[in-house]
């Protein structure tokens, strides 16, 4: 083959080449011609997998194409929010991240923060509440704090999370807002907040720090209750539950949150179809009943507000971990 030929062969493919990606599906005009993969860092069962299965079956309903639940478990949550982070930014993989992704960097667990992520909206966040014997004679929050006060160094015991869990640096935070020192009470590291709760029933510790979908088991049966949630609102599923800023004038308020993301460098215009398809989705009375029945609250937060969101829930971590002790 003469020099010429092989220049109008390699001119001709190359023709071809560009055609084949202006017409690709990765152009937002196009998308999704194809599933799009939802990445959960946690276990089948749970609840950032039963929320995400739920957006997985109104977002197929929505869009048309299948919306496939991958559950990417291990490392804490490190590799699960990687995988999407690492993901091919052609708007076919998404994910769900949670709180833990503002505490693993901190711990050296991951170099991946929340900028990493090109930011859908916030689905989800449920307050941390604070739990105690029905049989104790804590009446408020402000009960519990005096009596942690005036006792000895690690006197009074808690528990709710793993050692800087989201339960943990929770209850480090309402310390420290009360000007009491994150390590006064002895911290009882649990396999999530589950087992916590049940040593506060069995009075293994004097109080312990769960969402209030968490709880609710054990309050149903009776055997513990809760004194103040810590959020600056109440909550519509537990009105009689008293806000930590109703009780003491402080602000501090801290929970877990679910939200959806896709690798940072996602076609913009995809970002907002998916955000304009997940704002009807999250007032779909199907969507509102899911959520409602187990407990779960919902909210909205799309784009910049959500990445506003994040940075403060990292800052809010890596302040609280710093005064534990547990990282530098």
């Known amino acids: 083959m003469t020099r ?45 997998d039963a929320t995400a299965r739920m957006l997985s079956t109104l977002l197929e309903e929505s869009f048309g194409v299948p919306f496939p639940v991958v559950n990417r478990t291990g490392g804490s949550g490190v590799i699960g929010h990687s995988a999407i982070a690492n993901a091919s930014p052609d708007g076919y993989t998404i994910g769900v991240a949670t709180l ?12 991946i923060t929340y900028q990493d992520y090109s930011p859908i909206g916030l689905y989800n966040a449920d307050p941390v509440a604070v739990f105690v014997s029905s049989r104790s004679d804590y009446d408020s929050v402000e009960d519990l704090l005096s009596t942690i006060r005036s006792s000895e160094h690690r006197e ?11 339960n943990h640096i929770a209850e480090a935070g309402m310390l420290l807002a009360s000007d009491i020192a994150a390590d006064k009470v002895a911290w009882v590291p649990s396999e999530g907040a589950a087992p916590g709760l049940q040593d506060l029933a069995a009075g293994g510790v004097d109080f312990a720090t769960a969402s209030m979908p968490e709880g609710r088991a054990l309050m149903d ?6 004194l103040v949630l810590l959020n600056t609102e109440r909550s ?13 004038g402080n602000d501090w308020s801290f929970g877990s949150w679910r939200g ?11 970002i907002t179809t998916l955000q304009a398809h997940m704002s009807d989705i999250v007032n779909d009375p199907a969507y509102l009943e899911f959520m409602e029945n187990r407990g779960y609250a919902t909210q909205w937060l799309e784009g910049d507000e959500f990445m506003e969101f994040m940075q403060n829930s990292d800052q809010r971590i890596g302040e609280t971990l710093k005064s534990l002790g547990i990282v530098e």
């Open 4 to 48: 010429s030929i092989k220049s109008r062969c390699c001119y001709a493919l190359g023709a071809a080449s560009l055609v084949m990606l202006t017409s690709s599906p990765l152009h937002a005009d196009s998308w999704p011609e194809k599933p799009v993969t939802l990445i959960v860092p946690w276990g089948a069962g749970g609840g950032t």
């Open 100 to 111: 833990e992704i503002g505490g693993m960097h901190y711990q050296g667990l991951t170099e």
């Open 156 to 166: 009074l015991k808690a528990s709710g999370s793993a050692q800087g869990g989201v």
């Open 221 to 226: 049966a009776g055997l513990i209750k809760p």
């Open 236 to 248: 519509t599923s537990s009105p009689e539950v008293p806000t930590f800023e109703e009780e003491t």
């Open 260 to 270: 959806l993301v896709a690798p940072a460098g996602v076609d913009e215009e995809i």
